[in-house]
């Protein structure tokens, strides 16, 4: 004998509703087959919900009622194309008792949870029917069995409870006689007393279990749309995976923490008899599914899966007036089981100054009147506060027989959590261990639920969400980038990488599942006007663990928002140099809130381009280094003038050249002034533990007044050509001493200097060709001979690379 039940799901189209006809045959091939049926899916919801404007006196209930009318009709009819008489019978005398019932309601303005169950149970009554009717009409040898006429319960209309005993008995009885297929539909029953009663939102699954267990069945199979009990709530978590396997204990933990797969009272009956649950997806009948049974899970997997409850309030009952003294929680929670409030989640403080308890929202108003009313003589006392009711909140669980035997699962989970800027409320752990529960706001249920699953499922793919500003030629190269090595990185460091946003100064566009990068410029286009708080706030309302804000720009306004960013938990990889070589205070508060946050602000770029020299350094101070000198030539565009400069060329045109060939920024004052240097070897500085300023750094230019003075770039090189004298002369010096010119960066004993510098043949900086950059450190460890880093300093691919550099180093701490 096979129980098998049909959700919502998995029966509200006549395409489901033949392959559940097949399923059933298939079955009935080689036993007697009972199958339980819920209502159409959302039908509950509607019915209610037409009951409730009815009730309000809202007439719209009508619009309601023609609804579920049409959804039966057609679905009807189109199972059964030839027997359209059929509807004039059962179908219409249901559904006309039904709106008598809704307009009763209506006249009385009144909605009872008698008359609530009374209404619900429609759904599933009708649509057992339909089944019945339409595997007759096919000619299936199957009957229908109310299941009210064999389910008894007591009067607690909505969620009543079972008479075992009676029901047991009647389920007995009734199946004594074979039968091939018996449908019957799930959820509704009735009391002792005749009335309709039903066994609580979710019930069929467990009207399934009941009957399965009255008939001791080898299994009892759950048929609902998805393939089994997921890791994760499937619909929140697009990774999360079918369990292979649960204990009794998991599959009720879970499903009491909100996985809504299977009904949690449907598991005791089979618990208790030892009876096996099969899960298993009626729109892929040949996925494995999920076994439920009484094997304890001892698999390498400690955490089974990752549940979720919403709609959840927490209440804090608190005051000096409870310390040390025995009672208040039994008054507490005496008042609540009077009230019938179902608690979710309770915690108390060792202090036993305060006890946290989670309801759902729906009971809060309620629990804080009947709390407040009980202890309405000690709040008058000021011995306790009156109920502090929080609402917006969720519990995210972590469920697993294994737990218990594996150390720092709560560390893991809470870490992961922090590292998204995830708040927690409460946390609590049952003393069997195999949950660990947390309340957290609502609206980071899904970043949660994403975060611990990676954490804890996905351990080897690690997904990088990134957010980029500035796609001028740099951001350009990099999306290239990310592009080209998408793959390689999945394959190769299991690193997701998605570009969820992009913004230039005019536009800002978002794709939550990642923007498709062949088209992003027709995207950006296309998107919605461009502000940086707009970006921010995007991002945060997105809300995607392992957030990354990238800065392409050399804007300063760009620069002020990295605090927000980092204070959300969002990483900062910076292309823009303003914040780290802008006052000592700003560079120092982005350093202590990316600690404070845990998350990163990573600026390489900032100095030669893709060269690894930040983190270089951090790495020889990490190890225990300490910095004694840094020399070193930082500017391309210096560096390209300098070394095409000569007695046969003027230094007016090639400067032009520099620019023309975009080495130098706008205007080349910035990096001929040696400012752009100096902030390079102040970030070098900082980076090397010393607290400095821009003003701290020696600049002694090789340029003349009249350069320096210059009003504008056009004037600027009116200068640089009335000037020529002075510049060959400095060539002329160099040469006759057969040196080479380097515009050269130092930092000696916490002492900072930048200047042109005639390089003697033989030293390193000496052959230093086209726009490269070189970097000596001597270290304690490299007191003589130095650590040196040599190459391109400047262009678009390589900053590109040294951008995608930071973001790896992101995922990868
Ligand atoms: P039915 O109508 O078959 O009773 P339900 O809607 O009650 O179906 O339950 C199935 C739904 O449960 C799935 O579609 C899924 O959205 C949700 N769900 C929540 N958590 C989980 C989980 N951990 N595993 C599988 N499904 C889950
Ligand atoms: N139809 C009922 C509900 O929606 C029972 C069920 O689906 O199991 O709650
Ligand atoms: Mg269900």
């Known amino acids: 004998m096979h129980v098998l039940k049909f959700g919502g799901t998995s029966v509200g189209t006549t395409t489901n509703i033949n392959s559940v006809i097949s399923i059933l045959q298939s079955y009935a091939k080689n036993s007697e087959v009972i199958c339980v049926v819920s209502a159409v899916g959302g039908i509950t919801d509607k019915l209610l919900n037409a009951g409730r404007l009815a009730q309000l006196g809202d007439e719209s209930y009508n619009e309601g009622f023609e609804i579920i009318k049409t959804c039966h009709f057609q679905l009807f009819s189109e199972l059964n194309p030839t027997t359209q008489n059929s509807l004039n019978t059962y179908l219409a005398e249901q559904l006309g008792q039904l709106k008598k019932l809704l307009d009763g309601i209506f006249l009385i303005n009144e909605l009872s949870p008698k008359t609530s169950d009374k209404l619900v149970s429609y759904g599933e009554l009708l649509l057992s029917y339909i089944i019945t009717e339409t595997m007759q009409n096919r000619a299936i040898d199957v009957v229908r069995k109310n299941s009210q006429e064999l389910i008894v319960t007591n009067s607690d209309f909505t969620k009543a409870e079972v008479n075992y005993e009676i029901t047991n008995a009647n389920i007995r009885n009734y199946f004594k006689a074979p039968k091939a297929i018996t449908i019957l539909p799930g959820f509704v029953s009735k009391s002792e007393d005749g ?32 393939s089994g009990m997921f890791t994760a709530n499937p619909k929140l978590v697009k990774q999360a995976f079918p369990i292979e396997r649960l204990s009794y204990q998991e599959a009720m933990e879970l499903s009491h923490f909100g996985a809504k797969v299977l009904y949690p009272p449907t598991v005791q009956p089979a618990l208790n008899l030892n009876i096996p649950i099969l899960i298993k997806n009626t729109l892929d009948p040949e996925a494995n599914g999920t076994l439920i049974t009484n094997h304890v899970n001892n698999g390498k997997n400690s955490v089974s899966g990752i549940s979720n409850i919403d709609n959840i309030a927490l209440l804090t009952l608190q005051g000096n ?24 989640f309770i915690t108390q403080a060792s202090s036993e100054h305060s006890i946290c308890f989670g309801v759902s929202t729906n009971d809060a108003l309620q629990s804080a009147r009947a709390i407040n009313k009980t202890f309405e003589y000690e709040i008058s006392l000021k011995k306790l506060d009156a109920l502090i009711v929080e609402t917006g909140l969720s519990i995210v669980a972590l469920v697993g027989d294994n737990m218990k035997n594996h150390q720092g699962i709560s560390g893991k989970m809470f870490s992961s959590l922090g590292k998204n800027n995830i708040n927690v409320r409460a946390i609590a752990q049952g003393a069997s261990e195999r949950n660990i529960s947390a309340v957290i706001a609502e609206k980071d249920v899904k970043k949660a639920l994403n975060a611990l699953h990676e954490s804890f499922f996905e351990e080897k793919t690690k997904q990088l969400n990134v957010f980029i500003t500035g796609v001028g030629n740099v951001g350009e190269r990099l999306i290239l980038q990310i592009n080209q090595q998408r793959k390689f990185l999945k394959d190769q460091l299991h690193i997701n990488l998605r570009v969820i946003g992009i913004s230039n100064s005019r536009k800002m566009y978002f794709d939550e599942d990642g923007i498709n990068l062949t088209n992003w410029k027709t995207l950006l286009e296309k998107g919605q006007p461009a502000t940086l708080e707009g970006f921010l706030h995007q991002i945060i309302v997105i809300n995607k663990r392992n957030s990354i804000f990238i800065d392409i720009t050399a804007n300063q306004a760009v620069a002020e928002m990295y605090p927000a960013y980092l204070k959300q938990s969002i990483a900062v990889v910076a292309c823009n140099k303003i914040a780290a070589s802008s006052n000592f205070e700003t560079y120092k508060t982005l350093k202590t809130l990316s600690r404070k946050y845990s998350v990163p602000y990573l600026f390489e770029t900032n100095v030669g381009a893709g060269l690894p020299i930040i983190d ?16 070193a030539v930082l500017s391309g565009s210096l560096n390209f003038v300098f070394n095409n400069f000569n007695d046969s060329t003027k230094f007016h045109d090639v400067v032009k050249q520099a620019q023309a060939e975009g080495y ?27 607290e400095m300023n821009l003003e701290d750094i020696a600049n002694k230019s090789f340029l003349t007044e009249a350069n320096l003075n210059s009003d504008s770039v056009d004037d600027f090189y009116t200068t640089l050509i009335n000037d020529e004298a002075h510049f060959q002369k400095l060539y002329q010096s160099a040469q006759s001493k057969n040196c080479q010119l380097k515009y050269v960066a130092e930092f000696n004993n916490g002492k900072a200097s930048v200047g042109l510098k005639e390089i003697q043949l033989g030293h390193p900086f000496y052959n230093l060709e086209g726009k490269d950059n070189i970097v000596m450190f001597y270290t304690h460890r490299y007191p003589e001979q130095p650590m040196i880093i040599k190459g391109a300093g400047a262009g678009a691919d390589v900053t590109a690379s040294g951008l995608f550099a930071d973001i790896i180093r992101v995922g990868s701490r």
């Open 195 to 226: 009335e309709f009663t039903t066994l609580g939102r979710g019930g069929s699954d467990f009207t399934a279990a009941i009957i399965a267990a009255a008939l001791e069945v080898n299994q009892l199979e759950i048929w609902t749309d998805v």
């Open 321 to 344: 007036g409870m310390v040390g003294i025995p009672g208040f929680s039994k008054r507490l929670f005496e008042t609540l089981a009077q009230e019938k409030i179902n608690i979710i």
């Open 616 to 631: 270089t350094l951090n790495n020889l101070i990490a190890s225990g280094d300490k910095i004694t000198s840094i020399q």
């Open 664 to 690: 130098t920024e706008p205007d080349p004052r910035i990096d001929l002034s040696g400012v752009d240097v100096a902030r390079k070897i102040l970030i070098l500085a900082r980076e090397s533990g010393c």
